[in-house]
């Protein structure tokens, strides 16, 4: 499976942004995707993710401002993210979960100043 996000930019607070990331590949063997976060020094921290049934969950922090949703035809994930804050950037990444492990992308930057 490959992921590639797309949509990352700087952004001013209180603004809102969404990201894409698109599955190609054994997409259909893929039982949930989701996405992470990271800033340089610190460890990478769960956002939200969808499974095969559409059912999302939510880092409780941030589920007040982030959604996650998918489109199935497309192989796309996506988050909507609003009211950002300068807390909010960083590096944001897609994972899919798969039998056989977890499949990341690159990432995409997020930078809310």
């Known amino acids: 499976v490959q992921l590639v996000e797309s949509g990352g930019s700087l952004v001013q607070a209180g603004g809102s942004l969404r990201l894409s990331c698109v599955a190609s590949?054994?997409?259909?063997?893929?039982?949930?995707m989701g996405w992470f976060r990271q800033v340089p020094g610190l460890e990478r921290e769960g956002i939200g993710s969808i499974d095969s049934d559409g059912i999302t969950t939510y880092a409780d922090s941030l589920k007040a401002r982030f959604t996650v949703s998918g489109d199935n035809a497309k192989n796309t994930l996506y988050l909507q993210m609003s009211s950002l804050k300068p807390d909010d950037t960083a590096m944001y990444y897609c994972?899919?979960?798969?039998?056989?492990?977890?499949?990341w992308g690159q990432g995409t930057q997020v930078t809310v100043s």
């Open positions: 994972a899919a979960g798969l039998l056989g492990g977890r499949y």
């Open positions: 590949g054994a997409t259909q063997d893929i039982g949930c």
